[in-house]
């Protein structure tokens, strides 16, 4: 059952402390995407990547950064936690040139910050 | 950035009563397809539409390209409890590797 698999489901850090959220996929997507949902707000996209090593900003990337070294794994970077960063994380990937099949969704990650 | 326009924000039905739900974009898209996500979950495809007028159906979800190509519907029948979630529509254009745009989704509560 192909899937992108989130670290952590449920996350609790302290304002200021610096927060890696994982995400990898088994599907070989070279695309993979970090999104953050909050109420009334749908899905904000923060960053994505084409590739190994490429990044891009999305719409809201201030606050965080992304780092992807292997093609299957994206991980988000919070610098430094703070309290307006609380929200539900969620990873997708899809694929480069088969953009009708649409994005695979992780199961995202609820983070907190106290 | 861009985002789909659904409305309203929440739905309440009765169990057993057929819903519909629209998404509109003031853009074209070549491809449109509806997500629903459940609460704790990432957002799940439900049905990918890729032609301008097409109809197609999952069980009791029907959803149609727009004919316009810059809307799209979602139909689903006979409810019951497990319809409760969050449902999204997304539009893609054509190209190698563009995005999806995203409503902001339609929370829908089913009561027994």
């Known amino acids: 059952d192909v899937k992108v698999t989130q670290s952590s489901r449920y996350l609790v850090k302290r304002t200021g402390e610096k927060v890696f959220l994982e995400c990898v996929q088994d599907?070989?997507?070279?695309?993979m995407f970090w999104y953050r949902q909050d109420p009334g707000l749908g899905l904000r996209l923060i960053y994505f990547?084409?590739?190994?090593?490429?990044?891009e900003k999305g719409d809201i990337p201030e606050g965080y950064s992304v780092s992807r070294e292997k093609k299957e794994r994206f991980s988000l970077i919070l610098e430094s936690a703070s309290t307006n960063q609380t929200s539900m994380y969620l990873c997708?990937?899809?694929?480069?040139?088969?953009?009708?099949?649409?994005?695979?969704f992780g199961s995202g990650t609820r983070l907190t910050v106290v | 950035g861009q985002q789909l326009n659904q409305s309203p924000q929440s739905m309440f039905i009765q169990e057993g009563e057929d819903v519909s739900m629209n998404c509109t974009s003031s853009s074209i898209f070549n491809t449109w397809l509806w997500y629903k996500q459940e609460p704790g979950e990432g957002p799940v495809l439900l049905i990918a539409l890729y032609k301008a007028g097409e109809l197609t159906s999952n069980g009791r979800l029907t959803a149609q390209f727009g004919i316009t190509r810059k809307d799209s519907f979602l139909n689903i029948s006979a409810s019951i409890p497990s319809d409760v979630g969050i449902y999204f529509c997304?539009?893609?254009?054509?190209?190698?590797?563009?995005?999806?745009?995203f409503g902001k989704g339609i929370t829908l509560s089913v009561r027994p």
């Open positions: 997708a990937s899809s694929f480069y040139d088969r953009p009708f099949y649409g994005y695979t």
């Open positions: 997304a539009g893609q254009d054509t190209g190698a590797n563009s995005k999806l745009t």
């Open positions: 599907m070989d997507h070279e695309n």
């Open positions: 990547s084409y590739d190994v090593k490429m990044k």
